[in-house]
């Protein structure tokens, strides 16, 4: 093992049986600084050893990504990897082409982006997660193999690094070491964007070499393109929650809620990242009891790729992104809406409105919950009691909303109009630090995979919580809301929150934006916020 | 003769490869949005916001100003913002380097406007009756001193870092010293070439020789430096310290491009190109080309 100092980027192909060990996270912030209140970062089992690659920092990141048996194996591992790696420069990679060649030819290795890392800053600054360091291996990789510079001057333009199963696998490995938040692209002195680079890396082992991560794909976007939601909630089973969450809420709340589904001649189609009906039901609920309290013509569909806003594809693969956004498309075309409102799932944001952009002409236009939440607070068509919801209240933003998108102020314009103790994290807006979950960490959780990501990917985003909260987080008796308006966010506060046991301990709680913004109705009898109880 | 030739040719070959580079990635083909905020275009700008903040954004004019993205780009080239915002101790050795090689072009336009004064019979000089003359004299000083102290500092101190830096010194290639070292070779010998007259009166004579190719009797310092100011000339473009034509791309095209693909817009005519292209290559994962099932 190596000090994490001595690391170079060509160490990726040594044979030790794991390149660093973190042992050197950020101390957190109070009440967490005190001795004791961490477990330990934990060794990989021997078994996953055997297994998988944990010849990195000893986490498995991939569950697919399994150790070869023969030579054979091993050689075919790496022909192929360098078989996807020439073709993300080929005419099969046109849609990005431009910005990766522009990342992959210019860096400056100024070093500027380092610092913007928060996983990089978490592991007090481990030389493996530098944002350049992944990048920095894949163009040795290239320079070997696919350059006149790198075949005939070699080390002189950088082609030094030995090419074996381990070196390929680690990179598969760090691909996934990278929330693909951006944020360090946001200080390149040349715009360059390192995220790219790993999903490069990323989509060549799934693209070409059919690895990655089981809840990514096979029981992501696989299953979702079968079943119509990577939840594999099928059509029957989601009406059935529907009803059941009806009852529900008459039950809680004496409120007679009917979600409109399929209904003909609705203005807008919403779309709720399936997996809120199972987690937290409670969201699709509010946004319903605020759709009706407003007014709005509405409507959910139940159709197959309807009912499942999430597309998986974004982070690993782009032929099944596209196949998703366009079967999505397809339905709410043949729905036959105006047009179409993502609810609070930043990477559902980002699919629709971003990335599915170019994918087709002739689109049915889609929009963000959150400008017209804001609509609905501005124009008062709610009635609203913002001292229901005098507690402290922060506001994370999901990265795929905020920096991606720009859609900054509208969530903080409400929390100010509904929550009279709001403040903010720092740094907060387009320069947010990702939950640690974002790309799929938060629903990658085999192995020892979940340590890594709310132990040091989430690491940063608990330190900004607790900062936001600090002189009222002893205070128990005071609920502290972490308002994360983001299905995969929630994934990554609910894990931080369990691990660090808060809710317990300190009473801190999360949830979305419009959970908080029911909880604000005057016509409502009691608390929406299940811990105001 | 020679010399002069090596001159024409390596401005004439700078500029072509730079142009032909910016025309490569021009015609690239159409990419997927990546923008990424705060977009300068963007109404929000000051906050990092964009159209998407409206509701029914596509019913309502993108408002956009143009002025202050130009504005920031200025920013960028003028002054490299970003890297004085997120690394300031760097940003003084590199915008030394980078202010010095903007101080050199202006200089090298001075030195042949200087010398084409001279040959036209206007006297380029401290003492000279003519007010241009004058006025090029100064300028021509100054931007001279200024460039090339600034630069061969810049140069010089760049390297120096990166080799002594530890985690710098990881990530540099050889090839990267080599880049920063002929910038400075390049700078040096025009100190000691130059630096005996601090009027530059020697560098215009020179300079007005190689521009009308009137032949003249070089020392080797002042060859080795015509020499190595051509090489640099014609390598800049070739190496990735052409990154004065990729940072137009990255912010232009990728980080600040975030125009929609509504009905009738350019966006969609790019789509419906791109639509219709299908790619010599493709991926052989399972999920994507499926093996075919074995022959029965
Ligand atoms: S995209 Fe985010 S996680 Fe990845 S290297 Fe950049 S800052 Fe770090
Ligand atoms: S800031 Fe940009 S140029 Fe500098 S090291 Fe990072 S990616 Fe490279």
């Not at chain 1, 049986?17 to 970062?41: F, H, R, T, V």
């Not at chain 1, 490995?173 to 790993?198: F, H, K, M, V, W």
């Not at chain 1, 929650?241 to 209904?263: A, H, R």
């Not at chain 1, 046991?501 to 016509?523: F, R, T």
């Amino acid at each position: 093992m190596l000090n994490q100092r001595d690391l170079r980027p060509k160490d990726m192909g040594r044979s030790d049986e794991q390149l660093i060990k973190l042992d050197n996270l950020i101390p957190l912030l109070a009440p967490y600084d005190k001795p004791g209140m961490e477990s330990p970062l934990t060794d990989p089992k021997p078994a996953w050893k055997e297994k998988f690659c944990t010849s990195l920092d000893g986490y498995v990141g991939i569950d697919t990504l399994t150790r070869p048996k023969s030579k054979e194996e091993e050689d075919e591992f790496v022909r192929k990897f360098l078989s996807g790696l020439e073709k993300i420069f080929s005419d099969a990679n046109n849609g990005v082409l431009q910005p990766l060649l522009l990342s992959f030819e210019y860096c400056a290795k100024c070093n500027t982006c380092s610092d913007a890392c928060h996983i990089y800053s978490a592991t007090g600054n481990n030389e493996l997660y530098r944002p350049i360091f992944r990048s920095e291996v894949l163009r040795k990789i290239v320079k070997k193999y696919f350059t006149t510079s790198g075949k005939l001057l070699g080390g002189f333009v950088g082609a030094d690094i030995d090419v074996n199963w381990e070196t390929i696998a680690r990179l598969g490995e760090l691909a996934y070491r990278c929330n693909l938040c951006r944020r360090c692209a946001q200080t390149c002195p040349l715009g360059l964007d390192n995220a790219i680079l790993s999903k490069e890396i990323r989509k060549i082992f799934s693209q070409e070499m059919g690895i990655a991560p089981t809840p990514l794909h096979t029981k992501g976007t696989m299953l979702q393109i079968k079943t119509g939601s990577s939840t594999g909630l099928s059509k029957p089973a989601f009406l059935d929650t529907l009803e059941f969450l009806e009852e529900d809420t008459e039950e809680k709340f004496g409120i007679k809620l009917k979600f409109p589904v399929d209904k003909k001649g609705a203005d807008i189609l919403v779309l709720h990242n399936a997996g809120e009906f199972m987690a937290w039901p409670e969201n699709p609920v509010a946004f319903a009891i605020l759709f009706d309290a407003a007014g709005l013509n509405w409507t959910l569909s139940s159709e197959i790729m309807g009912y499942d806003s999430v597309n998986y594809g974004l982070w690993y693969d782009d032929y099944q992104a596209k196949k998703i956004a366009l079967m999505q498309m397809k339905v709410a075309k043949e729905f036959g809406v105006k047009r179409m409102v993502v609810a609070e799932c930043g990477h559902a944001h980002k699919a629709s409105i971003i990335t599915s952009d170019r994918m087709t002409s002739d689109r049915v236009p889609v929009e963000s919950c959150l400008p017209l939440l804001w609509d609905m607070v501005r124009n008062k068509q709610l009635k609203l009691d913002p001292s229901k919801n005098n507690f402290p209240v922060t506001l994370h933003d999901p990265c795929n909303i905020v920096r991606q998108m720009g859609i900054v102020e509208p969530q903080r314009n409400i929390l100010k109009a509904i929550a009279p103790q709001f403040r903010e994290m720092t740094p907060h807006g387009v320069d947010n630090y990702c939950c640690g979950g974002g790309s799929g960490f938060a629903i990658m959780n085999y192995a020892n995979f979940p340590e890594f990501r709310t132990q040091v990917a989430s690491r940063v985003k608990f330190n900004q919580i607790l900062g936001a909260f600090k002189g009222t987080m002893e205070d128990v008796s005071t609920p502290k809301y972490i308002c994360a308006p983001c299905s995969n966010c929630k994934g990554a506060m609910r894990g931080i929150l369990e691990h660090y046991d808060a809710s317990e301990k300190y009473n801190l709680q999360y949830g979305g934006l419009v959970e908080l913004m029911v909880n604000a109705l005057v016509s409502m009898k009691k608390p929406f916020l299940e811990f105001l109880e | 003769m020679i010399l002069s030739i090596i001159a024409y040719l390596s401005i004439g070959l700078f500029v072509g490869i730079s142009v032909f580079k910016a025309y490569q990635f021009a015609k690239m083909p159409f990419h997927g949005r990546m923008d990424l905020y705060p977009v300068p275009k963007e109404k929000g700008f000051e906050h990092g916001g964009s159209y998407y903040e409206e509701t029914a954004w596509w019913t309502k004019p993108h408002e956009v100003s143009h002025m202050r993205e130009i504005v920031e780009m200025l920013k960028e080239i003028l002054f490299i913002k970003k890297l004085f915002e997120n690394q300031r101790p760097f940003w003084w050795i590199s915008y030394a380097l980078h202010l010095g090689i903007y101080f050199l072009m202006a200089w090298t336009i001075l030195l042949v406007v200087g010398g084409l004064f001279e040959v036209n019979g206007i006297s380029v000089a401290a003492n000279t009756s003519s007010i241009l003359g004058l006025l090029v004299y100064y300028v021509t000083a100054l931007t001279g001193y200024f460039g090339l102290a600034l630069a061969t500092l810049g140069s010089g101190l760049l390297f120096l870092r990166r080799a002594f830096d530890n985690t710098l010194k990881k990530y540099t290639t050889p090839q990267e010293y080599f880049n920063l070292l002929l910038i400075f070779a390049a700078l040096v010998t025009g100190i000691f070439t130059w630096g005996n007259d601090l009027s530059f009166g020697y560098a215009r004579e020179v300079t007005a020789n190689l521009v009308t190719f009137t032949p003249f009797s070089a020392n080797g310092l002042l060859t080795l430096h015509i020499f190595l100011v051509g090489i640099m000339l014609i390598y800049i473009p070739i190496s990735k310290m052409s990154h004065y034509v990729g940072k137009y791309f990255t912010f232009h095209k990728v980080l600040w491009d975030n125009n929609p693909n509504l009905k009738g817009s350019g966006v969609e005519q790019e789509i419906k190109k791109a639509s219709s292209f299908r790619p010599t290559t493709s991926w052989s994962a399972p999920h994507i080309n499926p093996p075919a099932a074995p022959e029965k």
